[in-house]
Each structure stands twice: as structure tokens, then as C-alpha cells.
């Protein structure tokens, strides 16, 4: 389809199999194939022309854990050989460690772009929540409850405090201060959900609830 002389079709055609790890499987027909294989297969399709720009949606769809991993990597490697790979996908928690660049779509309109650091930093009103691990987590627990941007403070331990904080910025400069001050021992300081799962949940609330 691409114009190729039949050799160079079929030698194209041998080593994107061997990219997508289905070289030893190239000789059934497609329709004896499970999904996740037909994934790899149609992946093989966009790649052996070698494009400069990748478009893919949902390429992970059906494909099992093992053959995630290697299809994450595949898309690392590509984007590394200074290709642009486009992922269009509802799993939002891979993209946190795989795409440099996310954007937000809702209801056909693109409603946030950007590094996902990026973005969450721009949200001072994303709630987030915190998991602190102090022998003193009451009397720490008394000193936060009094700060504007604390919603939320339970104790489900001795030792644990559960927090959820808007302004994350001038919260943990607070905490700093606080901690410092006081003498707190902090055994573990845990962000709960910064992911992107949780950013996507919050700007959709924001766009269909703004009030």
C-alpha cells in the first residue's frame, strides 16, 4: 500500500512482527488470533512504513499484563527514536508513567494540556489527599485542623493521620514550618492521589459542576 517493491514489503513487514512480538506466530490467519494478538498485529500495520507520527486508540485494549509491559516499552523506544506517539486511552494511570504530555478532553472540548505535574500544580483547589506516619500524629492533627486549607483530618491510627488539602503548595510550606518548629518526627509523608486518574476525575467535576 505504501509503494514498496515486494522484498523490501516483505523484509519491512518481518522485522515490525519482530517488534510487536509476534514474529513467531506470522503464519495463521488473522481471525485464529485473540484480541490482544490482532492488537499487536494492527500496532505492526501502523509501524511498517516507519511514520514520524503514531496514532493510536486504546492500544492496549485486550492485550494481557505481560504484553502491556512490552507495548508501554515499544512506545518508549519509539518516542526515544524521536517519534510522536498519540494515545487516546480511558486507563489513565499508565499514561502517568508513560506520555511527557497529557490532554484532557470532555465533551469534545480540550479542557487542560500539559505535563501532568504541570496541570496539578495549576489546580490549588484539587483536593488531595495525604497519608502522614508521625509517633505524634494527634498533636500534629491539632495543629493542622486550624489551617484554611485543611478540609479534612482523621486519626485511624496512633500513628497515622489522614489529611485531604487544597492549595497543596501553601499547605506543605505550613507543614515544613510546623514540623520544624515543633520537634515532629515524620516516619512517611504519602500523596494518595496526584495521579492522573484523579486530576482527570477533579476537572471533570469542575467542567459539568462548576458551582
Known amino acids: ?50 511514520p514520524e507520527l503514531l496514532v493510536l486508540d486504546e492500544p492496549l485494549n485486550g492485550v494481557d499484563p505481560v504484553g502491556r509491559v512490552e507495548l508501554l516499552q515499544l ?69 493542622l485542623v486550624p489551617l484554611d486549607m485543611v478540609r479534612s483530618v482523621a486519626l485511624p491510627s496512633g500513628d497515622e493521620l489522614m489529611l485531604e488539602v487544597e492549595r497543596a503548595k501553601e499547605f506543605f510550606g505550613l507543614l515544613a514550618d510546623l514540623v520544624t518548629a515543633n520537634g515532629f518526627d515524620l516516619e512517611r509523608l504519602q500523596i494518595l492521589d496526584a495521579s492522573t486518574e484523579a486530576v482527570f476525575e477533579y476537572l471533570m467535576r469542575t467542567v459539568t459542576h462548576p458551582w
Open 75 to 143: 512506545f518508549r523506544e519509539l518516542a526515544a527514536r524521536g517519534k510522536a506517539v498519540l494515545i487516546s486511552s480511558h486507563i489513565l494511570d499508565e499514561m502517568d508513567t508513560l506520555a511527557d504530555q497529557i490532554l484532557f478532553v470532555c465533551r469534545g472540548r480540550l479542557i487542560a494540556s500539559g505535563p501532568l505535574e504541570k496541570i496539578r500544580a495549576m489546580l490549588d483547589t484539587f483536593p488531595l489527599r495525604i497519608r502522614v506516619l508521625t509517633p505524634e500524629a494527634r498533636r500534629l492533627a491539632g495543629l
Open 1 to 50: 500500500m505504501h509503494g514498496f517493491p515486494r522484498g523490501e514489503a516483505l523484509r519491512r513487514a518481518e522485522d515490525t512482527l519482530v517488534q510487536v512480538g509476534m514474529a513467531d506466530r506470522a503464519d495463521r490467519p488473522l481471525g485464529t488470533y485473540s484480541k490482544g494478538m490482532r492488537q499487536r498485529i494492527k500496532l505492526a500495520q501502523a509501524l511498517v512504513h516507519d
